[in-house]
């Protein structure tokens, strides 16, 4: 990608790491050994204490600028992210961290409305939060929900979804969650859709079934027809979109229907679109749509981090110590 070689070095802030870079010459590029390969990193500390860290006592004397490009990171204060900020010569955000800020202020703070929040996936522990955040905030006009996050709704609205499927919540720690969300649904009713029919794995063949006929003793791994019509017409009106997270396990052929009739149905669309976390990317490029998209972030907590609060760790150092 640079095209030049890349020195590697597999020390980190030891004396090979140091003559390393003491060796270096102008124009020349140096990768140290992973930072998390060290306990210390992944302390949560500010800045001025990660500043007293041996990774930073060890390198801050070797350079002039420091910047910060992993916006995927952000939300974590550790020593490598934010320690040298207090004593570097100079501090800078680099292109992606950038890009990721203007694209995600706009979409939090000035969204074109209606504005569509996308939830699914299976990491359904922030959907509380940020349904909550963005609708009480009067940033999203509906939340479409799917994966095991539909799942955990659909279980807080006292749906019986069968003991399978409440077993793999269990699994993940949802449960808990659950009088959270009730209360969320009872205020935003209107606002967050939930399933009216899913997809259920029968000996590895897909069949659609309502919610009305739930509890089943399949497990549920897409939503159905009648809800990818729904969410598909709601896509249409809107003008921004944002999605974390598939709609179902679309590793599976015979249940990417629904994650891909919502990414057909985005991308159809005049609204601007943004699609962030692993599963949702990888999601996009198989199905062939990750081109499509008017913006694709690099993150996946940070995203969601940053869409609930408005702000990360990591961009209020920034704000603090770059010039």
Partial sequence: ILRRLVKFVDDIFGEKAKKAIKELKNGEVLLLENVRMWEGETKKLPPEEHAKSKLVQELAPLLDVFCVDAFAAAHRS???????????????????????LKVLYKVRNSPEHPCVYILGGAKAE??????????????????????LVANLFLYSRDVDLGEGNVKVLEKKKFLGLRDKIAELLDKYEDKIL???????????????????????????????HETSELYASKIKEASTV???????????????????????????????????????????????YLEKFSYVSTAGGALIEYLIKGSLPVVEALKKYSK
Avoid: C, W
Wanted: aromatic fraction near 6%; glycine fraction near 12%.
């Fill in 126 to 147: 922030d959907s509380a939060d940020l349904s909550y955040a963005v609708l009480s905030q009067g940033i999203a006009d509906y939340i479409l929900t799917g994966g």
């Fill in 194 to 224: 939930l399933p009216l029919d899913v997809a259920i794995d029968v000996g590895g063949s897909r069949k659609e079934i309502r919610i009305e006929d739930l509890p089943t003793q399949y497990l549920i791994k897409d939503i159905g």
């Fill in 242 to 288: 944002v999605m974390n997270g598939p709609m179902g396990v679309f590793e599976e052929n015979a249940f990417s229907p629904g994650t891909e009739k919502i990414f057909n149905s985005i991308t159809s669309s005049q609204a601007f679109s943004l699609i962030g976390g692993g599963h949702t990317i990888a999601a996009a490029r198989k199905l062939g």
């Fill in 78 to 100: 550790h020593a490598s992210m934010v320690g040298f900020m207090p004593v570097a010569k100079e501090v800078v955000a680099g292109r992606v961290m950038e890009q990721e």
